[in-house]
């Protein structure tokens, strides 16, 4: 007869009580070590956790954390803090890529929080997650303006789930009159309020649209040189991201380019995102960006490639049309 391997509860609880005996750890670091020091202990501790922790025991720890003293400790860090409370009711908002971004606009809210809270912020906004997002803006940006270069004349963009757009900011196409259109497509209120504000005198354009009302053909935005969609593929769901990625792919004029970001499976940050920010996130790696993008008829593909940032946070997919 063959013995039935089962895990004692008691080896499971254990393994549960390491979480709270790191989460005591760090509490006791914050007041005899640096902030930085407490914070890289949390986030590594966090992302060994999360990989040895079956299912319920990380959603346990999930659901608990935030009864620990170490809570408002962290949160007196604005970037954790916006980013757990959501004033916006969703995550990933505009404001909270500000914080990471270091725009004028959230620099009262930081200087207002307490001097521990300012010394975690300075920690989490150099994350591994946060230069990724900094990245991203980068990468939008280049892609404009190497199609504009190349197409030498003006060029149309569509973001989709646009926020602040950032990016705009950073693009040489756009200043030097190289876009005659850029649509900025976002279902934030206070984005497009934003959008509108900033960029009265420019080519961009706030539209309040979403992923649904795209995929239902909802609005005519007519085609384009460019569509990107820089931090929606995170939130939805494979059926989703497919509809998306086929809806803007025949948006894209002869010769036009999509690309789209996902963070990516493994990434050191993830169980601190999890926890103290609540900041949930669908992570892929290759095959399933492939997934993606595998229903798009291949006749109408000029090329097509998969790449990562340069801390492989995050893996992009770009297809051009033929």
């Not at 549960?16 to 989460?23: E, G, N, S, T």
């Not at 005198?201 to 053909?217: C, D, K, M, N, W």
């Not at 993606?292 to 998969?306: E, F, V, Y």
Request: charged share 25%.
């Amino acid at each position: 007869m063959m013995d039935t391997q089962v895990t004692p509860f008691s080896h499971r609880r254990s393994r549960y009580d390491d979480a709270l005996a790191l989460l005591d750890e760090v509490s006791q670091m914050f007041s005899t070590q640096p902030a930085a020091d407490a914070m890289s202990c949390l986030v590594s501790g966090l992302c060994d956790l999360r990989e040895r922790l079956d299912g319920h025991e990380w959603r346990l720890l999930r659901s608990e954390w935030m009864h620990h003293p170490l809570a408002r400790v962290v949160h007196q860090d604005p970037l954790t803090s916006w980013s757990y409370r959501k004033p916006r009711g969703y995550p990933g908002d505009a404001r909270l890529l500000d914080f990471i971004y270091g725009e004028t606009n959230i620099a009262a809210q930081v200087s207002s929080a307490t001097r521990l809270g300012r010394e975690i912020y300075g920690f989490t906004s150099e994350m591994a997650c946060a230069a990724a997002i900094r990245e991203r803006r980068g990468i939008v940006a280049k892609l404009v303006d190497r199609v504009a270069h190349e197409r030498g004349r003006q060029i149309s963009v569509l973001s989709i789930g646009a926020g602040h757009l950032r990016e705009a900011a950073r693009s040489r196409a756009l200043a030097e009159g190289n876009v005659a259109r850029w649509m900025a497509v976002d279902q934030d209120k206070e984005a497009l309020a934003y959008l509108a504000r900033t960029f009265s005198e420019s080519p961009i354009r706030p539209v309040g649209g979403s992923v649904t009302s795209l995929i239902a053909g909802q609005h005519e935005l007519g085609s384009f040189d460019v569509i990107y969609a820089a931090g929606v593929y995170d939130h939805v769901s494979e059926r989703v991201a497919k509809r998306l990625t086929e809806t803007a792919f025949a948006m894209l004029h002869p010769g036009g380019e999509l690309l789209f970001a996902n963070f990516a499976r493994g990434i050191h940050d993830a169980g601190y995102m999890e926890t103290f920010m609540d900041w949930r996130l669908l992570f892929r790696d290759e095959g399933e960006i492939e997934e993606i993008w595998s229903d798009l008829p291949g006749q109408a593909i000029a090329s097509r490639r998969l790449f990562r940032d340069a801390n492989r946070n995050v893996i992009y997919g770009l297809v051009q049309s033929v």
